[in-house]
């Protein structure tokens, strides 16, 4: 039996590839392309090997955020955003520590890099630099295109931390989707709210329970690649913790695939730290229940802790608690929590934050921060 969806996906998607190729062709032709920029986003590693993702794109003019612009200029910016124009094929040379690598991008101008190193990084761990320049094709008007990746290297953690964003870290009304698009378009990384304490709660789970470690968080979206310079600059305004971020291409071959990609980036992570346990951190709006039982399912052991932000029905309560009595059989808390002091206090008893962090947490959260 022919797969329609499938078969509509794929038409689709090579109209859209054709489509792309023919705007750029033109563009050139009749010199209207802008300069080419190299987007990297943060990558991660271990001592023996560096992975990190980017897109090179035509510049998007799009401003920095402030915190009185207009909602009609953060419009402005979140169209110019999704109307990026990528550079398809274009051939990028990463260089770390007289290493270098090179890498094609693909339709969508999005290329991967991985280092493999002949010898153990020798450090701290912490973040390091990564040296990115665009080989081909030239860039309009001349001149060379570089930009700098930054890569996470955790060393002496006690554990790592994968959270979902959307209404986990900051507001978004992910059960309603047109509420959702609404808050995301008119808003900007400053005028985006976080839950009441979480950044707190994220440095105590970061500094673990002595203070002395430097525990890496990983955040998973199922926000589009175009929205990460927002989300990194609301991070940074929020004072959350920073962490390298996994998205996802909104093209039409991967759309609607959530569950998929969001256990794959677990399964990659548990992979990559093999000896490192996670708590794992999400809301009830959507997937995260399910999709937390089965890495604990799969990867029994490793999973510290799963906090779950209430944001849902009395229906959807008794689901998830259903789930969270398979999880503790399987020895590991699943607990649905109705704000960060409580994910807080929790976590205290369990020894992966120190005590006097919940204060901090309540005192942000009384503050409305």
């Known amino acids: 039996m022919i797969d329609l969806r499938r078969t509509a996906l794929v038409v689709g998607r090579a109209i859209e590839e054709r489509f792309d190729a023919f705007t750029f062709r033109l563009k050139r032709r009749f010199g209207l392309l802008d300069p080419f920029e190299i987007l990297p986003y943060r990558g991660y590693g271990t001592t023996r090997e560096l992975f990190l993702k980017g897109r090179v794109l035509e510049e998007a003019g799009i401003s920095r955020p402030g915190r009185d612009d207009t909602v009609w200029k953060n419009i402005i910016n979140m169209a110019r955003r999704f109307a990026s124009d990528e550079v398809a094929g274009a051939r990028v040379r990463a260089t770390f520590e007289g290493l270098q690598v090179e890498t094609t991008a693909d339709v969508e101008g999005f290329f991967e890099v991985r280092f493999r ?196 029905s009395v229906e959807r309560d008794a689901e998830v608690r259903a789930m969270a009595n398979e999880a503790r059989m399987l020895g590991t808390e699943m607990v649905t929590v109705p704000d960060t002091t409580a994910a807080a206090e929790h976590a205290a008893s369990m020894g992966l934050i120190a005590p006097d962090a919940i204060a901090a947490v309540r005192a942000e959260s009384a503050a409305g921060f």
């Open 117 to 312: 190193l002949a010898e153990p990084l020798d450090g701290p761990g912490g973040w390091y630099q990564v040296q990115l320049e665009l080989l081909s094709p030239p860039s309009p008007g001349g001149g060379r295109v570089r930009s700098k990746a930054q890569v996470l290297v955790p060393q002496a953690a006690q554990f790592g931390v994968i959270s979902d964003l959307d209404d986990t870290v900051l507001r978004s009304n992910a059960t309603s989707v047109l509420r959702m698009a609404w808050i995301v378009v008119r808003n900007n990384a400053h005028t985006r709210l976080p839950f009441e304490g979480v950044a707190a709660f994220y440095r105590a789970l970061r500094l673990g329970a002595d203070g002395r470690v430097s525990n890496p968080i990983f955040y998973v979206s199922s926000s589009p690649w175009n929205i990460y310079d927002m989300l990194v600059d609301f991070l940074n305004v929020h004072g959350v913790p920073h962490g390298p971020l996994f998205l996802k291409d909104w093209s039409l071959s991967v759309l609607g695939k959530h569950r998929d990609y969001k256990i794959g980036v677990i399964r990659s992570l548990l992979r990559t730290y093999e000896n490192l346990p996670f708590v794992l951190i999400g809301d009830s709006g959507e997937e995260d229940p399910e999709i937390y039982l089965q890495a604990v399912r799969e990867h029994q052991g490793r999973i510290k802790a799963i906090y779950i932000r209430d944001v849902t």
